[in-house]
């Protein structure tokens, strides 16, 4: 497993949730179920989305923000029917953001979807699942087991998996990220040698304000323990970062 793997939140099905919940997970008023709401995003776009019953705009919720090919967590909650019926469908509005190519995002694509609920896979109303899918379309699913379970009855199976594009610009990101730090330790480095006199007073400051605690046995910038400690972490620093550009070349996707 590589640095680059993507990270899902692992989702804890709660024996407390909304109220206190019976076996199905879910707690019964009436008619009507109380559940919790996930949401899976398999696109490479952050997603935002929300639900609304079209019967009851007041049975609502969700508003969550997720990440590219990643899970939310456990938002609370909407109320589906206790006993499943055809027809019986929920509006999902999402919102996603597209980035440009330059680094820079263009507005928010705000779409509104209706979607039919499946039936119940056990003839109980469980969690609500919204999917949504990399062709740009929205899944719905009532269960109370996760898309990776064997019996997990909606149509995209398990989690996200990243594209290989999606995951080599962000190797790139850590592999600039990382080059850069390697450059800033060497001249760092390249300057206490050329002008140590100027470098040292710099460091000072910083370690005033940043690392006090460590520096508080130095009596100033011109002290030779100190200079010996300045050396010390700029070549400690530079083999750390070095080091760290090379797990990030040999990890590309």
């Known amino acids: 497993m590589t640095i680059y793997k993507i990270l899902f939140s692992t989702f804890v099905l709660l024996l407390c949730g909304c109220s206190p919940r019976g076996e199905s997970g879910a707690v019964r008023s009436g008619d009507r179920v109380s559940v ?17 019953d079209p019967r009851d705009e007041k049975n609502n919720g969700g508003g969550e923000h997720i990440g590219p090919y990643a899970a939310g967590g456990i ?29 820079e995002e263009i507005s928010a694509i705000e779409k509104k979807h209706t979607v039919e609920l499946p039936a119940y896979a056990n003839g109980k109303a469980g969690e609500l699942w919204v999917l949504c899918r ?12 996760q898309p990776d379970h064997p019996q997990w009855p909606g149509n995209i199976k ?12 962000r190797w790139e990101l850590e592999r600039k990220l990382a080059e850069l730090n390697v450059r800033v330790y060497q001249e760092s480095t390249a300057e206490l040698n050329r002008s140590p ?8 400051v910083s370690d005033k304000r940043h ?11 011109d002290d030779p323990a100190y200079i ?3 050396e010390k972490i700029y070549a ?18």
């Open 158 to 169: 398990g989690w996200p998996v990243p594209s290989r594009e999606f995951m080599l610009e």
């Open 134 to 145: 990399s062709d740009g379309g929205i899944d719905i699913v009532s269960s109370d087991l």
């Open 228 to 230: 010996r400690y300045v």
């Open 75 to 103: 938002v609370c909650c909407f109320k589906l029917p206790a006993k499943w019926s055809p027809g019986t469908v929920i509006e999902v509005e999402s919102r996603h953001w597209v980035s440009t190519g330059n680094g």
């Open 211 to 221: 690392a006090l605690d460590e520096i508080k046995g130095f009596s100033g910038p």
């Open 197 to 204: 006199k100027s470098e040292l007073q710099l460091a000072w």
């Open 236 to 253: 400690e620093g530079l083999h750390r970062s070095k080091y760290r550009l090379e797990q990030i070349m040999k990890a590309r996707p």
């Open 36 to 52: 919790n709401i996930h949401g899976v995003n398999y696109t490479a776009d952050p997603v935002e989305f929300s639900v609304v």
